[in-house]
């Protein structure tokens, strides 16, 4: 098992405030959860907000502007750097440039995207926080891709986290935190095959799961 087990909200705690909003982060926080995951993209008027979906309206999200987003923006963020772990997820590629004057000095955070783009010019670009891969189905050699592209965490989806999966990346230095495991039994599973922690839209829950096994 991992020695160290962090608990991270998915979007916050999307279950008692907005996702993506500081309430949501505050709130997962205040529960005892080690950090928050969010959702990074840039819009139209070159405005970088929290935000998930990939769609405004009718329209793809990127081509609005910030005044037609209600999103947090992402220099909101600021105030929580140094205080948890922030897993920063960007949406897209191409905008590293400006993602970087955001946030290149900020403590505690990983950088990582589906947009696997992302990280290999991240990486390219050899900035000083880690980064990772998140990834919704199964990638032959993931660890050995990971290393190429520079990735030193994993974000698989939780079905996808298996032991050989585990031992393999940290046989690496790498770290694998599965995401959106909602259940107690998810949870003991991922622990017991040693993941490094969980991305939980219930960090309340699984705290309070963590701390009743920990006693």
Not at 127 to 155: M, N, Q, S
Request: charged share 25%; proline share 4%; aromatic share 10%.
């Amino acid at each position: 098992m991992s020695a160290e087990f962090l608990i991270l909200g998915h979007r916050g705690s999307p279950y008692k405030e907005r996702e993506n909003s500081v309430a949501s982060f505050e709130a997962a926080l205040a529960a005892g959860a080690d950090g928050f995951e969010t959702d990074l993209r840039l819009l139209a008027d070159g405005k970088a907000v929290l935000y998930h979906d990939d769609d405004f309206g009718d329209d793809p999200v990127e081509s609005r502007s910030s005044s037609e987003v209600d999103a947090a923006p992402l220099d909101a963020l600021a105030q929580f750097a140094g205080r948890c772990t922030m897993v920063l997820e960007v949406k897209r590629a191409q905008w590293e440039t400006t993602l970087l004057e955001h946030i290149a000095q900020w403590p505690g955070i990983v950088v990582a995207s589906f947009d696997h783009r992302t990280i290999a010019e991240l990486h390219r670009r050899n900035v000083a926080f880690p980064l990772g891969l998140t990834i919704l189905g199964a990638i032959v050699d993931v660890v050995g891709y990971a290393k190429r592209v520079g990735a030193t965490w994993l974000f698989p989806r939780f079905h996808y986290a298996d032991r050989e999966l585990v031992e393999s990346a940290h046989a690496e230095g790498i770290k694998v935190v599965p995401w959106t495991p909602d259940r107690q039994r998810d949870w003991e599973r991922l622990r017991e095959i040693g993941c490094d922690g969980v991305i939980t839209d219930f960090p309340d829950r699984a705290v309070q799961w963590l701390k009743s096994i920990s006693c």
